[in-house]
T-cell receptor
Framework: AQSVTQLGSHVSVSEGALVLLRCNYS??????LFWYVQYPNQGLQLLLK??????LVKGINGFEAEFKKSETSFHLTKPSAHMSDAAEYFC??????????????FGKGTHLIIQP | GAVVSQHPSRVICKSGTSVKIECRSL??????MFWYRQFPKQSLMLMAT?????????EQGVEKDKFLINHASLTLSTLTVTSAHPEDSSFYIC?????????????FGPGTRLLVL
């Protein structure tokens, strides 16, 4: 069974500051890891994903995440926060690149607040 | 990129009625679609996996007779909430999986907000 833990249901940072959203996972097989963003009343948009290869993954909007197997983590970062980054962020795990036979297992989400 | 649409985007219905939600892949064929539900301020929970031409596979705890899924074509899956009750009020999101060669990608629809009075 797979699970995802996102530490902190709310994270608040100042505009221009570093964004760090934490994600830890558990999986019995090598995981495929995803970060999605959800704006109010909208569906999910894929930010980035890790499948195999380079452990530092770059995504859209300046976000990146690093897969650390020893720490079972896949934290999301952005060097400088922008007001438009305010949204809900979900970390997800799967046992295949697209979603696997069982779909994705999501964390509970982290609401990112950007202070002006 | 690939686009997945859902209709309606928002629906309000009376308790006891049935509601159908459509999920369409607009520019690609999807042999597999997934249905998720999201309660306010909570994560998405996978409800079922919908495979074209065969019965859906439901997650544990999801009533298949209440949440009817039909994947009639490679571009359309429908979720019908039968005899809806207020506790069924939620945000329902579908996703469609496309495979190109060895690479799979999953695209999400914009979601349907259901409010049962």
């Amino acid at each position: 069974a797979q699970s995802v833990t996102q530490l902190g249901s709310h994270v608040s940072v100042s505009e221009g500051a570093l964004v760090l959203l934490r994600c830890n996972y558990s999986s019995s097989v090598p995981p495929y890891l995803f970060w999605y963003v959800q704006y109010p009343n909208q569906g999910l948009q894929l930010l980035l994903k890790y499948t195999t290869g380079a452990t530092l993954v770059k995504g859209i909007n300046g976000f990146e995440a690093e897969f650390k197997k020893s720490e079972t983590s896949f934290h999301l970062t952005k060097p400088s926060a922008h007001m438009s980054d305010a949204a809900e962020y979900f970390c997800a795990v799967s046992d295949s690149t697209g979603g696997g036979a069982d779909g994705l297992t999501f964390g509970k989400g982290t609401h990112l607040i950007i202070q002006p | 990129g690939a686009v997945v649409s859902q209709h309606p985007s928002r629906v309000i219905c009376k308790s006891g009625t049935s509601v159908k939600i459509e999920c369409r892949s607009l520019d690609f064929q999807a042999t597999t679609m997934f249905w998720y539900r999201q309660f306010p301020k909570q994560s998405l929970m996978l409800m079922a996996t919908s495979n074209e031409g065969s019965k859906a596979t439901y997650e544990q705890g999801v009533e298949k007779d209440k949440f009817l899924i039909n994947h009639a074509s490679l571009t359309l899956s429908t979720l019908t909430v039968t005899s809806a009750h207020p506790e069924d009020s939620s945000f329902y999101i579908c996703s469609a999986r496309v495979q190109r060669g060895a690479k799979e990608t999953q695209y999400f629809g914009p979601g349907t907000r259901l409010l049962v009075l």
